[in-house]
């Protein structure tokens, strides 16, 4: 059985990440697998996924899964054509909150990177053309917090590692796809 192919997207918030890698889906397959890794922690997150539900298509089958994205990937990714992820910002943030207590404990932080990494391996062995989005969020401001200083370190090796791994990377500059990879 030969392995599909790894597509990452990355870029700022609404840059248009998630229509892009949708589009990418939609012309490969009408069966695709949508795995949601956002929960709806306050009531404008809860708007935002209720949204995003609505602009699915209804033929995808959507798993709304906030921590065990590797155990689907790795399940469905031999049943599937298209697996979705969107997001792995949100995966990062929900595996780093695990253990709020944590946040600041390098060997938590790298827990979780071995988790993206393993992430990143089954992604690139599945038969399934996976696609994985996420936000590029260290080009801006300095976060003025340590929670949120390492949540941007994380998030931008967590990247670094699904890129590294990808067939192929886009990053989207208002609204706009430029192929970096592939």
């Keep these: 059985m030969s392995r599909g192919k790894l597509i990452f997207i990355t870029g700022g918030a ?19 697998v949508y ?3 956002g929960k709806p922690l306050d009531e404008e997150m809860a708007f935002r996924i209720k949204k995003h539900r609505e602009k699915r298509l209804n033929t995808w089958k959507t798993y709304e899964e906030p921590i065990k994205v590797r155990e689907l990937v790795s399940r469905l990714g031999f049943e599937k054509e298209v ?13 780093l909150l695990r ?15 071995v988790e993206i990494k393993k992430l990143a391996e089954i992604s690139y062995k599945v038969p399934a053309q996976v ?11 300095v976060p003025d917090n340590p929670l ?4 941007r370190d994380i998030l931008g090796r967590a990247n670094s590692i699904i890129a590294n791994k990808a067939d192929e990377v886009f990053v989207m500059v208002s609204g706009i796809p430029l192929k970096i990879k592939g």
């Design 99 to 113: 253990k709020e207590d944590e946040v600041e404990d390098s060997s938590w932080q790298e827990e979780i990177l």
């Design 83 to 95: 697996i979705l992820i969107d997001c792995l910002t949100l995966l990062t943030s929900n595996l």
């Design 14 to 32: 609404r840059s248009g990440k998630s229509s892009f890698a949708e589009k990418i889906a939609a012309k490969t397959s009408k069966k695709v």
């Design 148 to 151: 949120g200083r390492v949540y």
């Design 131 to 141: 696609i994985i989005v996420s936000n590029e969020v260290g080009m801006g401001l």
């Design 35 to 37: 795995i949601a890794t």
